[in-house]
């Protein structure tokens, strides 16, 4: 059996002991390698992303992250969830705007975005490149919640 494989006949209890120990090894993903997803959903903007740690993918728990990729004057719509959201400008420049304050954003920039807040973002004239986090194991536990336009 390979590691991250479980046995049919392996017993649940067990099964979550081991998916338990696999989560505390250490993880190590190349960005280039992850799929790039979105962009061609309306209802959301014109976002694209790459999922790095998320325990449906990979052998991970506690926390969701990915790499937010924007082409010039690019957009991820109004929107709320649930759980706090980080923040790190990795290239580029663009502005999230945080419950009506505009914020802005370029490489070395970070920003905590309380859990709830109404949060957008637009690219700048170069697009925008972020790292976003979330305090949970599976991104599918980030319910979005887009704001009426």
Do not use: K
């Not at 991820?76 to 790190?88: D, K, M, N, W």
């Not at 976003?132 to 979005?144: A, I, K, L, N, Q």
């Amino acid at each position: 059996m390979e590691l991250g494989q479980a046995d049919a006949n392996m017993p649940s209890e067990a099964l979550a002991l081991a998916m338990v120990a696999l989560a505390a090894l250490p993880q190590r993903i190349e960005a280039a390698d992850q799929p790039l997803e979105g962009g061609d959903d309306p209802a959301f903007g014109t976002v694209r992303w790459r999922t790095l740690f998320c325990a449906d993918r990979t052998q991970t728990g506690g926390v969701v992250m990915g790499i937010a990729e924007f082409a010039p004057a690019g957009t991820l719509l109004p929107h709320r969830h649930s759980p706090a959201e980080v923040y790190f400008g990795l290239e580029g420049n663009a502005v999230v705007t945080v419950d009506g304050l505009a914020q802005p954003m370029a490489a070395g920039t970070a920003l905590f975005i309380p859990g709830d807040a109404e949060h957008g973002t637009v690219a700048g004239p170069n697009g925008f490149r972020m790292l976003y986090v979330f305090p949970r194991d599976r991104f599918s536990e980030v319910e979005y919640r887009f704001s009426p336009l």
